[in-house]
């Protein structure tokens, strides 16, 4: 026991056999344990790292003589150096402007809710129905999940993210968790970059 | 008047049940930590909203700021033999098995296997800063692709992760076993976030010519939007 040693001793008198104390002083032990507590506390990582998900397609050998798929309800997204945004809707030519926006809550996310508010107000819908559902019910919610599936590949919207030499690799993350929250349905990284026209297009922005 | 006699007590306080606390949360967090892998470099991931976990097997290739990557892999089984195979294709004479061992507990590497021999004879610190100092992987795709590291470390990885669990379903089948089938190692980048993601691009480019096209990119938290 942590005990302070007050000194003494009997004044005199009758000489007795000392008791010998039981007691133990543990304030090295408490001073270890919370030394080793403190240790593991300290590097102890408790959160596992958590993961966004991201599927290629496989690299295709004869990219020239593939079918162009046609795309009515398009906008290419260009991510390019300060983590600056442009966007433009539909079919690029001569008379595309883009439009500046900025990874805030009232930007990109603001342009992609509009776009998307179909399939977002289709799929809370179905988030509706499946909370109704017992959990014991399988089939009744398999079904539901057939129907976001269907609902999901019947949008229209298709979102090209582009990027340049100097965007950075958290711009594009940031961008694909804009599009994961706004529930976009069909969404592609382009690895080609900027086609020559976004280029210039791009750069008098930049200089303006 | 008589003096007040202050009793003499001993300030004495019963620290039994403070020391069994302190070792119960000991042992607790002793049991329950898992340390974290030394790394040679240090990345600064972007965050996400995503709140899917890390999958429990990983190929980790690690971005640094400047574009260099380094690789590891969880279970160490895989990593040997995948080790095991790329030193064969390209004619480096082989380590010796506890070579394998100790190489397998190092953590991420980013050195070419030409080094490797050299690498392994070094000290512990010294190593670390040789990993420091390395230039990571190469996965210059200019030549032939099957001349690119990163690519076969890819594509033995993804062959090896397949009999891997092939093997494991197995014996869990002879054991009469419950399965897990999660279990199965996955492709991951942590990348840092001022890399260019032009850097990012082309090594997951490497990464797509050995036909993975699975990727998990590991963020950081950030908490979801309401609404």
Same mark, same amino acid.
């Given at each position: ?59 295709? *050998? &004869?990219? @020239?003589?593939?079918?162009?798929? $046609?795309?009515?309800? =398009? +906008?290419?997204?260009? #991510?390019? !150096? ?22 805030? *809550? &009232?930007? @990109?996310?603001?342009?992609?809710? $509009?776009?998307?508010? =179909? +399939?977002?107000?289709? #799929?809370? !819908? ?22 976001? *599936? &269907? ?58 | ?38 790394e040679p470099v240090i990345v ?15 190929f980790l290739a690690t971005i640094d700021a400047k574009g260099r990557v380094f690789i590891d ?33 190092l953590g991420p590497i980013g050195i070419s296997v030409k080094e490797l021999?050299?690498f ?8 670390t800063?040789y990993s420091e100092a390395a230039k990571g992987i190469p996965y210059d795709t ?6 690119c590291e990163l690519y076969e470390w890819a ?34 980048i942590k990348a840092d976030?001022?890399a260019p993601?032009?850097t990012v691009?082309s090594i997951i480019?490497v990464f ?20």
């Amino acid at each position: 026991m942590a005990e302070l040693q007050t000194g003494g001793g009997d004044s005199g008198g009758k000489k007795r056999a000392k008791k010998q104390s039981t007691r133990v002083d543990m304030t090295p032990l408490v001073d270890l344990a919370f030394l080793l507590l403190t240790f593991f506390v300290l590097t102890s990582t408790f959160s596992k790292p958590k993961v966004l998900r991201m599927i290629f397609p496989e690299k295709l *050998k &004869d990219p @020239i003589n593939q079918k162009v798929p $046609e795309v009515k309800n =398009g +906008l290419t997204i260009l #991510l390019t !150096e300060n983590n600056r945004i442009f966007f433009y809707n539909g079919a690029l030519d001569k008379n595309t402007v883009l439009t500046e926006t900025d990874f805030s *809550k &009232d930007g @990109i996310r603001k342009v992609l809710v $509009e776009r998307n508010l =179909g +399939l977002i107000k289709q #799929l809370q !819908e179905f988030e509706k129905e499946l909370d109704k559902i017992p959990a014991a019910d399988t089939a009744a919610k398999s079904k539901v999940l057939a129907k976001v *599936k &269907d609902a999901q590949r019947k949008s229209t919207l298709v979102v090209l993210v582009k990027t340049d030499d100097k965007a950075t690799y958290k711009n594009m993350i940031d961008m694909m968790d804009e599009l994961l929250i706004t529930q976009i349905a069909k969404y592609f990284p382009v690895d080609e970059g900027f086609m020559p026209l976004e280029k210039t297009l791009v750069q008098n922005q930049l200089k303006s | 008047m008589p003096k007040v006699k202050m009793p003499r007590s001993t300030p004495a306080l019963d620290m039994t049940p403070m020391v069994d606390l302190a070792f119960l949360l000991v042992t607790f967090f002793m049991l329950t930590s898992s340390f974290r892998a030394p790394e040679p470099v240090i990345v600064d991931p972007p965050t996400s909203t995503t709140e899917v976990q890390i999958p429990k097997q990983v190929f980790l290739a690690t971005i640094d700021a400047k574009g260099r990557v380094f690789i590891d892999i969880t279970n160490n089984n895989v990593k040997i033999k995948v080790l095991k195979k790329i030193l064969k294709s390209r004619k480096v004479a082989q380590l010796s098995e506890e070579d394998f061992k100790k190489f397998a507990g190092l953590g991420p590497i980013g050195i070419s296997v030409k080094e490797l021999a050299t690498f392994m004879e070094l000290e512990s610190n010294e190593r670390t800063a040789y990993s420091e100092a390395a230039k990571g992987i190469p996965y210059d795709t200019s030549s032939k692709i099957n001349q690119c590291e990163l690519y076969e470390w890819a594509l033995e990885t993804r062959l090896e992760a397949h009999n891997d669990f092939k093997e494991r379903e197995e014996e869990a089948k002879l054991k009469n076993m419950e399965f897990d089938k999660s279990n199965y190692i996955q492709f991951a980048i942590k990348a840092d976030g001022k890399a260019p993601y032009k850097t990012v691009q082309s090594i997951i480019a490497v990464f797509r010519e050995a036909k993975v096209k699975n990727f998990q990119m590991i963020t950081g938290l950030e908490s979801s939007p309401t609404n």
